[in-house]
């Protein structure tokens, strides 16, 4: 089992940055940033391969937005610079113990946080 648990959310002026955290528990092959804004389909925001630290992003967060995890990968985080008022969403840490693709498929990930909410406004 994995268990997730987000946070560091919090409310900020668009342009402005914050860092979310996610405790890890138990062995992962690839993490990811999941996020979900009211009335919308949930939005794949990144993800890092546990063992290689590769990464990948979606455009809409690319060169804003950096995940990382810890050297221990008990903790992953995604920190946010440059946000903007559509960033505005609950956002999820996710994980997986199988190997193959790491995207950003929500199907592909079996353990979720609870979430943790982020509000930019103007």
């Known amino acids: 089992q994995v268990q997730l648990v987000e946070s560091g959310g919090g409310s900020v002026q668009a342009g402005g940055s914050l860092r979310l955290s996610c405790i890890v528990s138990g062995y992962t092959y690839c993490m990811a940033w999941f996020r979900q804004a009211p009335g919308q389909e949930r939005e794949g925001v990144a993800r890092?391969?546990?063992?290689?630290?590769?990464?990948y992003y979606a455009d809409s967060v690319k060169g804003r937005f950096t995940i990382s995890s810890d050297s221990a990968k008990t903790t992953l985080y995604l920190q946010m610079n440059s946000l903007k008022l559509e960033d505005t969403a609950m956002y999820y840490c996710a994980a997986d113990r199988g190997g193959g693709a790491c995207d950003l498929r929500g199907t592909r990930y079996n353990y979720w946080g609870q979430g943790t909410q982020v509000t930019v406004s103007s």
């Open positions: 890092i391969l546990s063992g290689s630290g590769n990464t």
